[in-house]
């Protein structure tokens, strides 16, 4: 082989190795660093439709201006919104952003980065609703006094159930709302998940517990979850509502107790607008989401305490005549930390064969938990395994059904209900 031959070659490899390396280094640049614009805790939230739309929220560690890039998924034409900042302070400062995109192709995959004027964030996954079926991910209270178990708990629910569309959580995120150090715990839980899958989050009492345990305003929760509007302003992101497939979600705030030196008229107000909001919809189901329970439940012989009976809260008797006016097909909900199915109810009784709505008590997913506390009650139709742990649900829907699922840490489902129509 000539020499000429020999340092042509030689430039060749040199060229095609030099090549190579940009397009390695482009992509590097397209693909950029959550790091180097300084973000933490980007997270999706639920859009009133979801369809088309979808809100994005980060914390960031200066304020600067920042703009989130989006496009469908490996797609040239990227589009931009400008970032609103919505920091507040609550005992701690924090700086964050929000981002609401509209105008989004119904069942299609998405792509979305965070920048600053000098640099990119790395993509993540966007996916709109398709309008067909789903499976949710359902998360009791997650309250803890050390969140290594629920972030076990979470992450391996979600392994389980990688086609989630979104996830729940009923309530107690965090056992003090102001606790800015539980709120990271918090998101550190979720976060393998939280930056591609839309929260539907669920305000619960500890929310409004300042960190002298007095009952407060719940400013971090109501800052940290941009939830669809309610159209009152005194009441931002308490209660809301939202479509997913065949299903309309009503989210409601049941702290009247914690809030009746601040909001009074908490309750009246949410129940006229809920009448409102389900008079509108036209969906094939309607599912209720509350932390309170409707039930006070009574001690049980186990519980050390003198024992006493299972009764309906206050509340109870003016929610449940309008869930039943508007023929809601089930209610979860939280707070007393057990499982508890009930029989379908109706006029508070046990309804009658094929009516009546169906209320689950969905158990419990942190560390505070009491699992000998609460009596049997003759109107439950299933309960967890005891002694109780924590557990998780999905709930699958579609045109024909509504499927409700429980399962324990491991997997291992314990209990299922579906509803029809």
């Known amino acids: 082989m000539s020499k000429k031959i020999k340092l042509l070659l030689f430039i060749l490899c040199f060229v095609a190795v030099a090549l190579s390396g940009c397009a390695k280094n482009a992509d590097s640049e397209v693909q950029g660093s959550d790091t180097a614009v300084a973000i933490t ?16 929220m980060w914390e960031a560690k200066v304020k600067q201006p920042y703009t989130l890039e989006y496009r469908l998924q490996d797609d040239k034409d990227i589009q931009a919104v400008q970032a609103t900042d919505s920091s507040f302070t609550d005992k701690n400062s924090i700086i964050q952003y929000t981002a609401r995109l509209s105008g989004l192709v119904p069942g299609s995959a998405y792509e979305y980065r965070i920048n600053t004027a000098q640099n990119k964030g790395r993509w993540h996954k966007l996916q709109t609703e398709k309008g067909a079926g789903f499976t949710a991910l359902i998360f009791p209270d997650s309250q803890s006094a050390d969140y290594s178990g629920w972030q076990q708990l ?45 929260l539907a989050p669920i305000i619960g009492n500890h929310e409004a517990y300042s960190l002298e345990w007095k009952e407060c305003l719940p400013e971090s929760y109501t800052h940290l979850f941009n939830v669809p509007q309610n159209g009152l302003a005194k009441y931002p992101n308490q209660f809301y509502s939202f479509d997913y497939g065949p299903v309309h979600f009503v989210v409601l705030d049941t702290n009247f107790p914690e809030m009746k030196n601040f909001q009074p008229d ?28 409707i039930f006070l439940y009574g001690f049980g012989p186990e519980s050390g305490r003198a024992q006493t009976k299972t009764q309906f809260l206050d509340f109870s008797y003016q929610l449940m005549p309008v869930l039943e006016k508007y023929k809601v097909d089930a209610v979860l909900t939280a707070h007393l ?8 109810l109706q006029n508070f009784a046990p309804a009658p064969q094929g009516s009546g709505i169906t209320y689950i008590l969905t158990g419990v997913a942190g560390d505070v938990r009491y699992p000998k506390l609460w009596g049997d009650f003759a109107w439950d139709a299933a309960t967890a395994p005891k002694p109780e742990t924590a557990n998780y649900m999905t709930l699958t829907a579609d045109e024909k059904s509504l499927d409700f699922k429980a399962f324990l840490p491991d997997g291992k489902q314990f209990d299922e209900v579906k509803l029809t129509k």
């Open 266 to 293: 908490l309750l009246a107000d949410e129940l006229q607008w809920l009448e409102k909001d389900l008079a509108a919809s036209k969906a094939l189901w309607k599912v209720a989401l509350m932390h309170r329970d």
């Open 41 to 56: 805790n980007p997270r999706q939230l639920v859009a009133a439709d979801n369809k088309t739309g979808r809100t994005i």
């Open 337 to 344: 930390h057990t499982y508890r199915r009930r029989v379908p």
């Open 154 to 198: 979470a992450r391996e629910a979600y392994k389980r159930h990688p086609q989630s569309a979104f996830y729940v959580n009923m309530g107690d995120l965090v056992d003090n709302g102001q606790d800015a150090s539980q709120w990271r715990a918090w998101f550190n839980s979720v976060s393998v998940f939280s930056d591609a899958v839309p």
